[in-house]
């Protein structure tokens, strides 16, 4: 804990980790204040800093330490940027990050990709592994690979298990989850007289194989989680799967009470409220329209045969 440089204004308001409890420092000071302080404080009052805290701790002297202590009507706040997620205007392998961050309490922004341009332009820019998206700036990273940017968004905010175990179960739920969410994701894109067939398979897989565990898990570990004692990744991804699958079938969880329990549960908690109202970035289900802009930006192939899709991802 660092030594406060000036005491005098010793108080039990204080939030700052690294302080002493202090109070905010008198209005008529905070002139000479940031005289002393120099460059780097000023800066705070005029730009939201993109560095952490421990950062920029690092680079400025231990008084800004004791400046940054705050009554409960003055705050200063260091934040770090917000992640960029660039994506098209839609669900598909994004809607899963778009939730665990939500779930996190974390904002974001997001760079629409509006046109086969923009998605060249960006795989140009040198900065996607694979020359594909989803990719998610953060951390001076530009993650690419789903899995690979949810796990480290999971581990980053404490939604990863406590220990090897635990990340176990949470992998293993989350790629049950993740094969069902590629069918649904794959069914807009059904040519006229699949969807039926299409439909009925993914509707067979979630209420035969899927949803069947995930009770299972639920009444057996007897927590309000599937792994542990609090929310992990695997409880977001089995809530949005609920609500994906429940968009084709609106009783699809007449024979799982449990996930009946879960899910009235998970959607009481205020940041999971908060990213189901309207006006959320929360994207709404593929319509013709979300469809016809994704196969323009990525050239994708329509009628691709759900089922099929369902073997290679559910069976091997």
Known sequence: MLPCPLPVFKG???????CPSHESPPSSLLPSLLSELGVW??????????????????????QLAAFCCFSEN????????????????????????????????VEFEEKILKSAEDFENLVKGGNLMYQQVPMVEIDG????????ILKYIAAKYNLYGKDLKEKALIDMYVEGMRDLN?????????????EEKNLNFILERATERFFPVYEKALKSHGKNYLVGNQMSWADIQL????????ELKSDILSAFPKLQEFKARISKLPRIQKFLQPGSQRKPPMDDQAVEEATKIFNLEKGLYVKHKGVILADF
């Not at 705050?75 to 940027?81: A, H, N």
């Not at 590629?182 to 699949?194: A, R």
Request: net charge positive; with cysteine.
């Open 12 to 18: 039990k308001n204080c939030r700052f980790d690294s």
């Open 41 to 62: 404080t000023a800066l705070l009052f005029s730009v939201e800093s993109r560095l952490q805290k421990g950062q920029l701790l690092s680079l400025v002297p231990s």
């Open 74 to 105: 003055q705050e200063l706040k260091i934040m770090s940027g917000k992640p960029i997620l660039h994506y098209f205007n839609g669900r598909g392998r994004m809607e899963s990050v778009r939730w665990l961050l939500a779930a996190a309490g």
């Open 141 to 148: 990273l530009n993650l690419v690979q789903t899995r690979a």
């Open 182 to 194: 590629e069918m649904i994701m794959h069914y807009p894109l059904c040519y006229p007289g699949e």
């Open 239 to 246: 809530f949005e799967a609920i609500l994906m699958v429940e």
